[in-house]
């Protein structure tokens, strides 16, 4: 029965011994088609990698920490998204009544050929040119604050 334990025994400890002894050397690379290889011995003339073949014992998953949420913080977070939220309403109407405006101003602009401008406190009348370039740049401006 000893020789029984004793044997196996031995055998246990020279197996994982034997495990690392005979796993060597490995080298990896990669031929001129792009091809992965494997090898005991490395290529020559190639530059090759050596792969560590040990067996590493599994490590445990680290937990993770229990976050926890401060009743403040919940507080604050929810104000300022309630800020930000009204923000954007606001900045969504001025838009909406920007381009309510400037829609106004071109059907104005493309109907009526004849439109009076006050500049410096004086009322005169847009020349064709005139009146052309200001339909360009409302154009530009519906496009690019508009759409």
């Known amino acids: 029965m000893r020789r029984m334990i004793l044997t196996s025994s031995l055998l246990l400890a020279l197996s994982t011994l034997s495990t690392t002894a005979l796993a060597g050397q490995v080298y990896k690379w990669v031929d001129a088609q792009g091809v992965t290889h494997f090898g005991a011995q490395p290529p020559e003339g190639q530059q090759a990698t050596s792969i560590n073949t040990a067996i590493a014992p599994a490590k445990p998953a680290a937990a993770k920490p229990a976050t926890t949420f401060d009743s403040d913080t919940d507080a604050e977070q929810e104000a300022i998204d309630r800020q930000v939220k009204q923000q954007v309403a606001e900045q969504q109407a001025k838009r909406k009544e920007y381009c309510q405006t400037v829609r106004t101003n071109l059907a104005q602009l493309e109907n009526n050929p004849r439109l009076r401008v ?15 370039q200001r339909i360009g740049e409302t154009k530009k401006a519906i496009a690019d604050n508009c759409q």
Request: hydrophobic letters at 20%; a negative charge; proline letters at 0%.
């Open 118 to 132: 006050e500049v410096d406190g004086e009322v005169r009348r847009l020349n064709e040119e005139e009146r052309q």
